[in-house]
């Protein structure tokens, strides 16, 4: 029957021996209580992962049916003409009017729907009972689960159709434990299948052994195990069935029983025999790691893979073979004997022209000349260099070449004067200081080179750092270098007798080529002579060059493609290469087509940077023409944004003369050359391509074609075909390099003989890159020859075009998707960047946050930009990353203009931004930190083990390695103490209890910026004062209990005493930071705003004050006739309240607590009274307060802890507070650690603002303090309140500072808080009360 509905038969998968005898070793441990459950599910699971194929992915693949786009639909009419931008707008590179529209439209959708500002701060996590709640167990989950690498789509299986195989599944879901995609295999009915043949034996294997899984979570464990039976042919018609793992199913024969070894038995004694000695095997005593289990995946939240995301479907693509190579007679045996032929035989034949700063043509360098410097030069490196009466050099020594990018003749020279002397040269970057971005890496990567000599120009060498002994500096992490100068005076006339040895070209290494990898190493590429003779003749080939033909080339020539076509395929060819530096492009930007013009230059190869700068200045300039061009070879073709760049170019200069046939994108990689370039139609290549692609399903690694309608799609342009003499494949990115399918992204592998051969000294990751062994999905290797990973990531589109959509440098997965660097960059860009970035400098890249990669973005700001506007925009840039890409950013940064670290040519130096960013010195000056949309894996409060203790845990965390999930404070409502103030429920009672037991205790004194008393309150004087206050409220205000009031006070002790009057009124006060006089402007809003908000029925004040919110200048700012009742409590009436008001419920609010996030949003949270006293109890106990004691505060009473250490603590613990303004040491500098000093306090509470100006102020006074008698040995805590991360540089520089005066290192500590928990952590004691504490389950206004 089974077969009959299911269309194939359901077998049993044979297990072998030695996997039956675990099992058998696992269920016996299981039921001698030797090992948890958990700890067995674990291993059994382990056990069987290899023999149930594909069972992780059943589910998300049965349910994509279903699945909804997440991206929407909206387009904008945004005009697309072309418009004139200056060279101080957004980075062009990653120009896209179809993605710029996409962006605001986004935007705009974000706006219809009035979402919350990405700011807004909210809990990611739900509370639970720690004592019921179970963490995640993945250990079962598939081994590529959260990995790049996805399994292919799974078609729906036949079990569809069953109606009793439906709910076997759903079994397997109901029984198991985990929470990874393997617990997940429901599926879909109704599905059509559409590889039964090739999946169903797979899927019954699966479903086979789910079954098996789920009999084996669900059965009752009273019984004793017997696991000696094998998975044994299905008995029953109606329902498949299978052998429990936990014990013999009723009805089967014991003939069918198997020892744990496979020798069939006849009896159930036999296998308890096997049992005992299966006993016998193991210890008596479990190990550590058996007491203790404390993995990643219980403390993390595990991530859950989409069951809707997109699935490769296409077939597997084969290797992909090029053109091959053409034999081309006389064709010279190496590069070198090319040099040689055009050197005597065309010397008069121009090689290369320089131009300067200008455009002019300094210097034309012949075949000639070239031959004979090289000669010159290699002569005097092997004979006249010598140390020790030795010789310097020797050949297969390496040289460091050291040329600026103006200086092309002389690189030349050096490159092949090494070349001919048997060196192997390794060109870098000049260094211009000691602290160069990316220099100590290059010093890394010349030392293991065993780098001594460094071969410079004479004016580049003036140029370096010198000491003070006239000799040029050891550059950080730099070996010890010989600099010697090869200007045409420095060099010897060779020997008559003196020839080189040109020879064939060999396996030996030609020339090392720098990359730096994204994680900032600097790594060296050995390319051998065979390689680079080959790479030659496949270039020549693929392009059609010819002799004689001009070249312009605008790239760095010391590297990639700019050294691949300007240095050496042009010399193989007689070429005349017309070299463009970069410092005239920055002055010129139409200077490269000024010489296509001039020249008359056949091939021109640029970068989409390049061709846009053309394109700001082409209207300067008309009289240009590039009909002389056959190819223009977009260096850069494989950044999928460059298209934008090609079609604009080709709009404008189509009608001077450009064919849309000409524009030739290339893809190329450091260690793979160049892997494809689009050929010409005269040279036989096909039409060019375009794709339109789902960014949606990129990130799943999925290619699916959409339309330029949707708002999350990129457009990708073919990079040509594959390099002649070439075979490449597709490969999945993690893990085995398996092929990939027809509609799947992965890296592309190259395998050819014009690749490079090695990471110099590496053995390692050289393996892993140029010697990777591609195989089918059956395991088979698809060639024997190695492949080289070319690290760029696309896949074979029609004609057998090579599209690239980003690199592996640009990668990065945050959940198991994939986000490209550089589609998030040119998001960011679209959201008008003219106004806030600094010339569309932006950097994007990762960082590991709890092992996983959040996306951090870091733009330059103008110095125009004001900090409202800039962070209105970084608030637009995350909605529409959102948006097109969804994804969370974790942190956006603006720094200043011409901060960030810069690469040789002027762009972003990514990997040393990130480390800057890692070791907090990118000294941003607005930061927008986002972690609550994207770090959603927090750790969970561990399961309470009942057999586990917690001296087993301790030991087991500090064996693991592994840190705490969880940190619990005192429980304060079991302490015993001789705390009255316990006794009531409400802070107004315990102000009455203290007026009457202690009338004249002194709870605040007021200090003035002179140091001098302003005022006191005792207890009996601020009940009064409260008293008087809710007197005038209900007599003047009118008001009913629950209303709102405004607190609108400097900070002193009438804040205090409204505050009490309210509650003495039964209403609910909110402190307000009154206006700033001089500037209404920006500060009356904030006031009106927490008004409205709160929705305040009346606003208690001073006079003053009261005055400006009435004042002419206030209505210019805000609409004064609007706000609520406002009553001044400078002149009351002394009149006694009949009755303080008394709650009916601890629960009932008792004030509301409002702040400016440093996003510029209002946020409020709700206060009860019984969070009120549990916070002011959980402060009394930490901090030790008891009427004795005297506490200072300077910090703003307005919210927070610093309102709860202003107005709460005193009266609950009984405590002195004195009282320091902040705003009264911008008159006097020391008026804090001066009373500190003077009232002798032993604990004090002050903000990062009021540390930065006393370490700033006081900096060259501590002479001075100290003569004043100022003496700081009395302070045992001085706590730094603040909700921002630990500013570890100012607290050390602080506590450095006043060390003098006595302060003690390990006085000063920061306290740690939110907004809906102020007091997380004091006095560097862990008080975790974020959410067991009753105060801090209160929500968010």
């Not at 729907?113 to 995640?136: A, D, I």
């Not at 693509?317 to 007679?329: D, H």
């Not at 131009?355 to 210097?363: F, Q, W």
Request: hydrophobic share 40%; aromatic share 6%; net charge positive.
């Amino acid at each position: 029957m089974a077969a009959e509905r299911g269309g194939c038969a359901l077998e049993a998968v044979p297990l072998p021996p030695e996997v039956r005898e675990s099992l058998a070793e696992l269920e016996l441990e299981l039921s001698e209580g030797d090992i948890t459950q958990k700890g067995y599910e674990k291993k059994r699971a382990k056990l069987l992962a290899r023999y149930i194929p594909l069972i992780q992915g059943v589910d998300p693949s049965l349910q994509a049916e279903n699945r909804v786009p997440g991206s929407s639909q909206a387009t904008a009419g945004v005009s697309k003409q072309q418009k004139s931008r200056s060279t101080n707008s957004r980075d062009e590179r990653f120009r896209s009017d179809v993605h710029t529209e996409a962006v605001q439209a986004a935007l705009a959708k974000y706006k219809e729907r009035k979402m919350p500002m990405p700011s807004k701060r909210r809990s990611v996590l739900v509370h639970s009972s720690v004592e019921t709640y179970t963490p995640p167990d993945t250990s079962s989950a598939s081994e590529d689960e959260g990995s790049l690498r996805r399994q292919g789509r799974i078609s729906s299986t036949p079990f569809q159709s069953h109606s009793n195989v439906e709910p076997w599944l759903n079994r397997v879901i109901q029984g198991s434990s985990t929470s990874s995609s393997a617990s997940s295999t429901s599926s879909h009915p109704g599905g059509k299948p559409a590889a039964a043949s090739n999946t169903a034996p797979a899927t019954t294997a699966a479903t086979v052994l789910a079954d098996l899984m789920a009999h084996t979570q669900i059965e009752n464990h009273s019984a004793p195990p017997d696991v000696t039976t094998g998975l044994v042919e299905y008995l029953h018609h109606e329902r498949p069935q299978v052998a429990s793992v936990r014990g013999v199913p009723r009805g089967y024969s014991s003939s069918i029983l198997e020892t744990a070894d496979g020798v069939p038995v006849n009896s159930r004694v036999s296998s308890k025999i096997q049992q005992l000695l299966n006993t016998l095997k193991r210890p008596k005593r479990p190990p550590l790691k058996e007491f203790f289990v404390d993995d990643f995946e219980e403390l993390l939240e595990v991530q859950q893979p989409d069951p809707n995301q997109p699935k490769p479907e296409g077939n597997q693509v084969n290797v992909l073979k090029g053109e091959p190579l053409g034999v081309v007679t006389n064709w010279p045996p190496s590069l070198l004997a090319a040099l040689q032929r055009w050197g005597t035989t065309q010397s008069k034949a121009p090689c290369l022209t320089a131009l300067d700063t200008t455009g002019k043509a300094v210097y034309t360098l012949t075949y000639g000349k070239l031959w004979s410097r090289s000669l010159k030069l290699a002569y005097t490196l092997l004979n006249k260099l010598t140390t020790k009466n030795e010789p310097l050099l020797k050949p297969g020594d390496r040289v460091a070449l050291v040329f600026p990018n103006s200086d092309p003749v002389m690189f030349m020279v050096a490159f092949y004067g090494c070349l001919l002397a048997e060196l192997i040269p390794v060109p870098i970057e000049v260094p211009l200081t000691r602290k160069d971005a990316g220099s100590q890496q290059i010093g890394f990567l010349l030392g293991s080179c065993g780098v001594t000599l460094a071969l410079t120009t004479d004016a580049c060498q003036k140029g370096l750092p010198k000491a003070q002994t006239g000799e040029v500096v050891t550059f950080k992490g730099w070996p010890r270098l010989i600099w010697f100068v090869i200007d045409g005076k420095h060099l010897a006339k060779p020997a008559k007798d003196w020839h080189p040895q040109v020879r064939d070209a060999s396996a030996e290494i030609a020339y090392i080529e720098y990359k730096t990898s994204k994680e900032g190493s600097t790594v060296g590429i050995t390319v051998s002579h065979a390689s680079m003779l080959a790479h030659c003749h496949a270039l020549t080939q693929a392009c059609g060059y010819s002799e004689a033909e001009t070249l312009t080339n605008v790239l760095d020539f010391k590297r990639e493609a700019g050294l691949w076509h300007g240095v050496l395929t042009s010399v193989m060819n007689r070429m005349h290469v017309i070299s463009i530096p970069y410092a005239l492009m920055k002055v010129n930007p139409l200077s490269w087509i000024q010489k296509v013009c001039s020249y008359k230059a056949r091939v021109a190869v640029v970068k989409s940077r390049d061709m846009h700068w053309s394109l700001l200045a082409q209207r300067d300039q008309r009289d240009v023409s590039l009909s002389s061009l056959r190819m223009l070879i977009v260096a850069d073709g494989a950044n999928p944004w460059s298209i934008s760049s090609c079609d604009a170019f080709l709009n404008v200069f189509q009608s001077r003369g450009l064919r849309p046939e000409v524009i030739c994108p290339c893809a190329s990689s450091s260690e793979a050359l160049t892997v494809a370039i689009r050929r010409p139609s005269e040279l036989g290549g096909p039409p060019p391509g375009k794709a339109v692609l789902s960014m949606n399903c990129l990130s799943f690694g999925v290619i699916r074609v959409d339309t330029e309608e949707k708002l999350s799609v990129l457009t990708v342009q073919d990079v040509g075909q594959i390099m002649p003499g070439a075979s490449m494949c597709v490969v999945k990115v993690d893990g085995t390099p398996y092929l990939c399918k027809a509609d799947e992204v992965g890296e592309i592998c190259v395998n050819s003989g014009a690749t490079g051969t090695a990471y110099f000294g590496l053995l390692g990751i050289t393996k892993n890159v140029f010697e990777a062994i591609p195989v089918t999905a059956a395991g088979m290797p698809v060639s024997d020859q190695p492949f080289t990973r070319t690290g760029l990531l696309g896949f074979v589109g029609p004609d057998y075009l090579v599209f690239v959509v980003g690199k592996l440098d640009g990668l990065m997965t945050v959940s198991g998707r994939r986000h490209n660097a550089d589609d998030v960059v040119a998001t960011a860009l679209a959201v008008e960047p003219m106004k806030f970035v600094y010339r569309g400098r932006i950097a994007v890249f990762s960082v590991p946050v709890l092992h996983d990669d959040r996306i951090v973005l870091v733009a330059e700001q103008r110095p125009d930009a004001s900090e409202e506007d800039s962070f209105q925009w970084m608030s637009r840039v995350l909605q529409a990353i959102d948006s097109i890409h969804q994804v969370g950013v974790y942190c956006l940064a603006l720094v200043p203009a011409n901060t960030l670290p810069k690469a040789p040519l002027g762009g972003i130096h990514i990997s040393e931004t990130k480390q800057r960013f890692l070791e907090g010195a990118l000294h941003p000056c607005n930061v927008l930190m986002c972690p609550h949309t994207c770090v959603t894996n927090l750790p969970k409060p561990r399961q309470k083990q009942p057999d586990v203790g917690p001296a087993s845990m301790i030991v087991g965390n500090l064996v693991a390695g592994k840190r705490i999930a969880q940190a619990s404070g005192r429980d304060v409502s079991q302490l015993e103490d001789n705390d009255q103030a316990r006794k009531f429920l409400y802070l107004a009672d315990v102000l009455q209890w203290r007026a009457q037991t202690t009338p004249d205790h002194p709870l605040f004194l007021l200090l003035n910026s002179k140091g001098t008393v302003a005022s006191t309150a005792s207890c009996i004087q601020l009940h009064k004062r409260a008293e008087r206050v809710a007197v005038a409220l209900m007599e003047k205000g009118r008001l009913n209990v629950g209303d709102h009031v405004a607190l609108v006070y400097p900070p002193g002790v009438d804040l205090i005493a409204t505050f009490y009057g309210c509650l003495y009124a039964g209403c609910v006060p909110i402190t307000v930071r009154p206006p700033h006089p001089q500037n209404l402007a920006t500060t009356l809003p904030t006031v009106k705003m927490i008004v409205e908000v709160s929705k305040s029925a009346c606003i208690l004040t001073t006079q003053a004050i009261m005055k400006l919110l009435r004042s002419k200048e206030a209505a210019a700012a805000v609409d004064i006739k609007t706000w609520p009742t406002i009553l001044d409590t400078d002149d009351m009436p002394k009149k006694k309240l009949a009755s303080v008001f008394r709650p009916t419920s601890p629960d009932m609010l008792a004030y509301l607590d409002f702040s400016v996030s440093t996003t510029g949003i209002l946020a409020g949270v709700k206060m009860s009274h019984a969070a009120t006293s549990a916070l002011c109890r959980s402060i009394k106990l930490q901090c030790e307060l008891y009427p004795s004691r005297q506490i200072a505060i300077c910090l703003d009473p307005y919210c927070g802890l610093g309102f709860a250490l202003w107005c709460l603590c005193s009266i609950y613990s009984g405590h002195q507070s004195i009282l320091v303004p902040p705003l009264e040491l911008e008159s006097n500098v020391s008026l804090w650690l001066s009373a500190v000093s003077q009232y002798k306090v032993r604990v004090t509470f002050c903000s990062y603002s009021v540390m930065e100006i006393c370490t700033k102020g006081l900096g060259t006074q501590t002479d001075l303090l100290r003569m004043k008698g100022v003496n700081l040995s009395c302070v045992r805590t001085c706590m730094v309140v603040a909700e921002e991360r630990p500013r570890i540089t100012l607290t050390q520089s602080f506590s450095k500072l006043f060390k003098d005066l006595g302060l003690s290192a390990r006085a000063v500590s920061t306290t740690f808080g939110c907004r809906v928990n102020v007091a997380i952590c004091l006095q560097c004691l862990f008080v975790c009360i974020f959410f067991f504490s009753p105060f801090s389950l209160f929500p968010t206004l």
